[in-house]
């Protein structure tokens, strides 16, 4: 029942492939180049070599081989500019501090959640593992791997063919349907841990980077976000900062396991979930910093929260009916944002990427300030709970169920578990 490993990696190896072959000539004059540069180098450095200023030619020497090197073995990027308003002031908190970290180290990256007719909470890992546990006890019991089972499972080479179930719901039947960014759309039954592929392309376009779902539509639909066309999920740090708008928002009937495109050209679609009256998807929009609604009945679109104190990650209904909960990546501070900062400067992020790496510059850009708000349907935001001291952060989820707030994290080795009535007057 899996698909063939050509469905999704092939793809991207082939883009990848096509890219080398694309910029081969690019990257060879480029070495050619930084050659000529640092031989120019050391004929200065000998040049100055007996002056008392010996050490600035060595130094310009140095500094001109790594910079040649780094920018040789970079990866190929293409920043977009990105327009965002200035940050606003928010109310400051340390709310999240009540946050019981539970199963360290028992979970990596436990994205999302979804509470199965058995009463026992799902979530998915970095390793991809579908894990569950009961509230009471906090101790993950294993259900199934959305791929293979490898010993280095949860690193960045393995997980393509380890899988990474990230968003996931459960059906009217009971099943379990997952968007994994590597195996496409599954249907897991968790009592016997059998899965079943139900789609890994759209129109052709092969899945690069599925991420949340809904599937308790009224029309029995499943709705489902795909973050990206250009990068995996392994690379997300470069999709965040390149902030092309590829993504989309895609449509399957389970009844004739046909894939619908409904929108096209989204910049990094994420999180998703059916509005209180269920006539609307709430979307959030993690590089636009928006919430937007995608009519069920005429397919319009409409901005619902704009210019959020951090990028959206994943919304979530509260169970009072009114309101949802939204997790934000990171706070941007109105006193200093680097990410606002670069947001419109495309050739300084492609510098930055070039030099210094996707995941490293992003942890830079990326304040460890955990927050999530609490929005109305109407875009306005009722409260908001926060960690400043960088225990609780990179927060990918808030999930309400029995009085308590789950707190998933996209990175985190460890799930965060709140009472609702001790944050709720934040």
Same mark, same amino acid.
């Given at each position: 029942h899996w698909p063939a490993r050509g469905t999704t990696s092939q793809h991207n !190896?082939? /883009? /990848?492939s096509s890219r080398r072959r694309r910029c081969s000539r690019t990257k060879m004059s480029l070495f050619l180049n930084t050659n000529f540069i640092t031989l120019l180098q050391m004929v200065l450095f000998v040049a100055l070599a007996g002056t008392r200023r010996a050490t600035l030619p060595i130094v310009v020497c140095m500094l001109s081989i790594f910079l040649g090197v780094r920018l040789y073995n970079a990866p190929e990027v293409e920043p977009a500019p990105i327009t965002l308003q200035p940050p606003q002031p928010f109310p400051v908190n340390n709310a999240l501090n009540a946050t019981h970290v539970a199963m360290h180290w028992g979970v990596h990256g436990p994205e999302t959640f979804a509470v199965g007719p058995?009463? #026992?909470?799902?979530?998915?890992?970095?390793?991809? /593992?579908?894990v569950k546990f009961q509230s009471a006890h906090m101790q993950p019991v294993e259900v199934v791997r959305t791929g293979k089972l490898l010993r280095e499972c949860g690193s960045y080479a393995a997980e393509p063919e380890c899988g990474r179930p990230l968003g996931m719901q459960f059906n009217s039947a009971g099943k379990l349907i997952v968007c994994d960014g590597y195996y496409g759309l599954l249907e897991v039954d968790v009592q016997v841990g059998r899965i079943e592929v139900l789609a890994t392309e759209a129109e052709g376009r092969h899945f690069v980077f599925l991420n949340s779902l809904v599937t308790d539509a009224p029309d029995g639909n499943y709705y489902i976000t795909e973050s990206s066309g250009r990068h995996t999920r392994r690379d997300v740090s470069l999709e965040v900062m390149e902030a092309q708008p590829t993504g989309r928002l895609l449509k399957f009937d389970p009844r004739t396991r046909t894939m619908t495109v409904l929108l096209r050209?989204?910049? !990094?679609?994420?999180?998703?979930?059916?509005?209180?009256?269920?006539?609307?998807?709430?979307?959030?929009?993690?590089?636009?910093?928006?919430?937007?609604? !995608?009519?069920?009945?005429?397919a319009q679109v409409r901005v619902v929260a704009d210019n959020l104190p951090g990028p959206p990650d994943n919304i979530t209904p509260r169970p009072n009916g009114q309101s949802y909960w939204v997790a934000l990546s990171f706070y941007r501070n109105p006193e200093f944002s680097l990410y606002d900062m670069t947001a419109a400067m495309p050739r300084v992020r492609w510098l930055m990427l070039k030099l210094f790496g996707? /995941? #490293? !510059?992003?942890?830079?850009?990326?304040a460890r300030d955990g927050m999530i708000v609490e929005m109305d349907g109407s875009g306005r935001l009722l409260s908001s709970l926060m960690d400043r001291t960088g225990t609780i952060f990179y927060l990918s989820e808030a999930f309400e169920h029995e009085g308590h707030l789950y707190l998933g994290s996209f990175i985190n080795p460890f799930l965060g578990k709140v009472p609702v009535s001790e944050v709720v007057q934040h």
């Open positions: !190896f082939g /883009r /990848r058995d009463g #026992w909470i799902y979530t998915g890992t970095a390793d991809g /593992r579908i050209d989204q910049p !990094f679609p994420n999180g998703l979930t059916l509005s209180h009256d269920k006539t609307e998807l709430l979307m959030c929009l993690w590089s636009k910093m928006q919430v937007v609604a !995608f009519s069920l009945k005429d996707p /995941r #490293w !510059f992003v942890s830079i850009l990326a």
